[in-house]
C-alpha cells in the first residue's frame, strides 16, 4: 500500500498538538503507512514547494498564523469555511484539487457547549486573527453575541483600554484568541482588568501550553470557569480525521 502522508503547516509548531495526536491514533488504529509530519513555514510563499516535495500528501492541518493567507492557494472552500473567511484543515480531493475546510468552530462549539449556563448571552473575543474567525461563527451558531477585541481601534471592535467593570457585567464569555501567554512566553496575558471577573464569568483560551495560563489563572482567582484550548483541539482534530477520509 502506497503512504499517505498528513501534516500541519504553521510557523514555529515543534510544540505542536497535531503531530502527536494523529502519530498516535495512526499508531492504534496500526495505520502503518500514515504518516504526520510538521511543516514550518516562515512564510506562505513555501507552501507551493511543500506541494512539489511531498507527492503523497492527503490532508493538511493550518495553524497560526496562515489561517487566512492560505485561501489564495486553494482550489474551493466549504461553505462554512466561506463564510468564516479562515481554513484550519485542506483535503486532497481524488481529482488533485485542494480544498479548504474549518474544523475550529465545530470543536470551540463542542468544548464551550458543557459549560453554558442561562446567562452566558454575550462574549468578548480577543484578537481578530484567523483563529477568532473560526470562533465567531462558533458563538453565532450558539446564538450568542459577541464583539471583538483590537489593540487598534477599529470600526465595530472595542480597544483594550476601553475595557471595564460595565463591559464585564455585559460580556459574560472571554475568549482569548491571542497567542499571549503560549510556552516559552508563559509570563504574557491579554491586557485586561481582571479584577472584574467574576463567578458569572467563563475564561476560555485558545492556548493549551501551559495547561493554565496567566489569563487563566487570574479569571480563576476571581471565581471563573476556566477552559484551555486542549478538548477544542482534540474535536477540530477528530473532525479533520473525517474530512480527510471523506
Same mark, same amino acid.
Given at each position: 500500500?502506497?503512504?499517505?502522508? +498528513?501534516?500541519?503547516?504553521?510557523? #514555529? ?5 497535531? @503531530? ?23 512564510? /506562505?510563499?513555501?507552501?507551493?514547494? /511543500?506541494? $512539489? ?9 493550518? !495553524?497560526?498564523?496562515?489561517? %487566512? ?13 466561506? $463564510?468564516? *473567511? ?9 481529482? *488533485?484539487?485542494? $480544498?479548504?475546510? #474549518?474544523?475550529?468552530?465545530?470543536? &470551540? ?11 452566558? @448571552? ?17 458563538? %453565532? ?6 464583539? &471583538? ?6 470600526? *465595530? ?6 475595557? #471595564?467593570?460595565?463591559? &464585564?457585567?455585559?460580556?459574560? /464569555?472571554?475568549?482569548?484568541? !491571542?497567542?499571549?501567554? !503560549?510556552?516559552?512566553?508563559?509570563? %504574557? +496575558? ?6 472584574? &471577573? ?8 485558545? /492556548?493549551?501550553?501551559?495547561?493554565? !495560563? ?5 479569571? @480563576? ?6 477552559? #484551555? ?16 477520509? $471523506?
Amino acid at each position: 500500500m502506497s503512504k499517505r502522508q +498528513f501534516g500541519l503547516i504553521g510557523k #514555529n509548531i515543534s510544540y505542536s498538538f497535531s @503531530k502527536k495526536y494523529f502519530t498516535e491514533k495512526f499508531a492504534l488504529g496500526n495505520l502503518e503507512d500514515y504518516f504526520y509530519e510538521n511543516f514550518d513555514l516562515q512564510s /506562505i510563499d513555501e507552501f507551493p514547494e /511543500i506541494l $512539489k516535495n511531498n507527492s503523497d500528501l492527503k490532508g493538511l492541518n493550518v !495553524t497560526i498564523p496562515f489561517k %487566512e493567507t492560505i485561501i489564495p492557494y486553494l482550489d474551493k472552500l466549504s461553505k462554512n469555511a466561506q $463564510k468564516i *473567511g479562515a481554513v484550519n484543515v485542506i483535503r486532497f480531493t481524488k481529482k *488533485g484539487s485542494l $480544498k479548504g475546510y #474549518n474544523s475550529d468552530y465545530y470543536g &470551540f462549539i463542542k468544548s464551550l457547549k458543557p459549560l453554558l449556563k442561562e446567562h452566558h @448571552k454575550k462574549a468578548l473575543i480577543l484578537g481578530t486573527g484567523g483563529a477568532s474567525k473560526g470562533i465567531a461563527f462558533g458563538l %453565532e451558531k450558539l446564538g450568542i453575541l459577541y464583539t &471583538f477585541v483590537s489593540r487598534e481601534e477599529k470600526e *465595530g471592535m472595542i480597544n483594550y483600554n476601553r475595557i #471595564n467593570a460595565t463591559t &464585564f457585567d455585559n460580556f459574560q /464569555i472571554i475568549i482569548n484568541c !491571542t497567542p499571549l501567554g !503560549t510556552s516559552p512566553n508563559v509570563k %504574557e +496575558f491579554p491586557n485586561l482588568p481582571y479584577q472584574f &471577573f467574576t463567578k458569572k464569568h467563563i475564561a476560555f483560551d485558545l /492556548i493549551y501550553n501551559p495547561e493554565e !495560563t496567566q489569563f487563566l489563572k487570574k479569571a @480563576k482567582k476571581k471565581g471563573a470557569t476556566i477552559k #484551555n484550548g486542549f478538548e477544542m483541539l482534540q474535536y477540530q482534530a477528530e473532525k479533520s480525521w473525517k474530512i480527510w477520509n $471523506k
